[in-house]
């Protein structure tokens, strides 16, 4: 998909920019003694079950350009396919954290909050508005919650049609963890370049194919790159 051209017509890329310097202005100012809020499993579960309802399906068919709808890769639709995916993404970013000597859980915690948004609206859904489509709104949410600012800007840099580089670790590794859960619920068994250490590639776990049908090009490469820069 040529991100470039799409955004043209939706406007996502502003509305993800507009929010990074609303970020960036909050914390040029912020008082550095002030602590970060994280939110505890109450507050996830809560907001689970707003963004999230374990009954919600989405039909994504005409929407997302590889989806052809239930009976294909019908099962993004589904909102138990999005819990599980982020629990998959989280556990791999909380092995990642202990391996890199990170905080595991604000890096779990980025991994079960960053696709919250997506099934209620999807960036590809052109009636849903940019300041509202994924990722910004649940970004917007944990920024407003009062999260590590790396936190916010990872769940906005994973998102590959926002076209934002990777800012920090988290943001690297929500990336590669992101991806890789992706293609292996596809079924897919990526193999990664000999250079990426194996104390990093064992972080990874494969999630259970339970998708069909979701092709994006760069999935491997986006991942690859993540991990080589988490390997530095």
């Known amino acids: 998909m040529d991100y470039g051209e799409f955004d043209k017509h939706f406007g996502r890329r502003a509305a993800a920019q507009a929010l990074r310097e609303e970020i960036d202005a909050a914390w040029a100012v ?20 707003q963004w999230l309802p ?19 890769c019908g099962e993004r639709c589904a909102a138990a396919y999005w819990r599980q995916h982020s629990k998959d993404v989280a556990a791999m970013l909380e092995n990642l954290a202990t391996a890199l000597g990170e905080d595991r859980d ?13 099934l209620k609206s999807p960036h590809h ?14 970004s917007r949410w944990m920024f407003q919650f009062g999260m590590p600012r790396a936190a916010v800007l990872a769940v ?19 990336i590669a963890c992101d991806e890789h859960a992706t293609m292996t619920a596809d079924g897919q068994m990526p193999h990664y370049p000999s250079d990426i250490p194996q104390a990093i590639l064992g972080c990874l776990s494969d999630s259970a194919p339970r998708i ?21």
């Open 156 to 174: 906005l840099e994973h998102s590959p049609h926002l076209g934002m580089p990777a800012s920090s670790k988290l943001s690297h590794a929500l």
């Open 106 to 118: 604000l890096w779990r915690i980025t991994g079960l909050l960053h696709d919250l948004d997506y």
């Open 125 to 138: 859904d052109p009636d849903a508005s940019s300041e509202q489509a994924h990722p910004v709104a649940i």
């Open 212 to 232: 069909d049908g979701f092709v994006r090009n760069d999935m491997l490469e986006r991942a690859t790159v993540a991990l080589r820069a988490l390997a530095a």
């Open 54 to 72: 374990e009954s919600y399906f989405n039909c994504l068919k005409g929407q997302h350009p590889t989806c052809q709808g239930p009976g294909s």
């Open 30 to 49: 912020r008082d550095p003694t002030a602590s970060s809020m994280m939110p505890g499993d109450d507050v996830i579960a809560a907001e689970y079950e």
